[in-house]
């Protein structure tokens, strides 16, 4: 069973509890009232409906407890997980991802499970409400919400880089060298693998942003192959096509 189905399921099995709380709620509010009023008839009844109600009550709950035997960690340890949400995603939000060594990327946010914890890690956020549906929304949101915003800073932390890379009129600077002079800031490189840092270059590529805040309009170079693997950050794309960056020129 999926994570959906069983969330589905267990969630129907309370809505139900919901239903007996109701009723036993109900119960104690008459109960009250003849308490209040002195309605000794009515008090005896509705102490005794309160009693039987409570009574099923508790052990409808405990059974619904019980029926929660999803295992978590087996699912977020396979690939299932990652089925899932693509489906999710893409069926209800037209939002297309891609599989990549273990994790999930909806351009620009690379999502990890992490099992022992039964949560997602959304980037760099750990993200405890799991269900497919939630995470597609989620990401579907983060997507428009940090598209634009996040590649304009990516773009002017670039050419800051290409400056220092290469101060002429017209700087240009491979990727891989950008990348490892943003790695000389401390814990840069832990929370920015090659991977998130292709995402960034692939993010504000599809960006309607050509130039910086100042003006600097700049040009991203891709490679057909001659490039050395080291030198180059490679991004599958969503329709399935692989990217090749290798450097960025800026027109002052």
């Known amino acids: 069973m999926i994570l959906e189905e069983a969330l589905q399921e267990h969630e129907e099995r309370v809505d139900t509890l919901l239903k007996s709380a109701g009723k036993y709620v109900g119960a104690l509010k008459a ?12 008090l005896q009844k509705s102490s005794a409906t309160a009693e039987e109600l409570s009574g099923a009550f508790l052990d ?6 019980a029926s929660w035997d999803f295992d978590t960690r087996a699912y977020l340890e396979g690939s299932a997980w990652q089925d899932e949400l693509r489906e999710t995603a893409s069926d209800k939000y037209f939002l297309r991802t891609l599989q990549d060594e273990g994790n ?4 620009p946010i690379i999502v990890r499970a992490q099992p022992g914890r039964s949560v997602l890690q959304l980037g760099k956020t750990t993200w405890p409400t799991i269900r497919p549906r939630v995470v597609a929304q989620e990401l579907k949101r983060l997507r428009d919400l940090m598209a634009n915003a996040n590649s304009q800073e990516f773009a002017e932390s670039l050419f800051g880089a290409c400056e220092h890379l290469d101060p002429k009129d017209k700087p240009t600077a491979r990727f891989r060298d950008i990348y490892k002079l943003f790695c000389l800031t401390p814990g840069f490189k832990k929370d920015n ?13 599809r960006a309607e942003i050509r130039a910086t805040r100042s003006g600097h309009k700049f040009e991203i170079q891709t490679t057909s192959g001659n490039a050395k693997d080291s ?3 490679s991004v599958m794309t969503e329709d399935g ?7 960025i020129w800026f027109q002052r």
């Open 231 to 233: 030198d180059v950050f």
């Open 241 to 247: 096509r692989l990217v090749r960056y290798y450097d």
């Open 31 to 42: 109960w009250k009232k003849a308490c209040q009023v002195g309605h000794i008839v009515n």
């Open 60 to 65: 409808s709950t405990a059974a619904a407890k």
């Open 104 to 107: 999930l990327i909806s351009s």
């Open 193 to 205: 693998t090659p991977a998130a840092f292709g995402q960034q270059i692939y993010a504000l590529q």
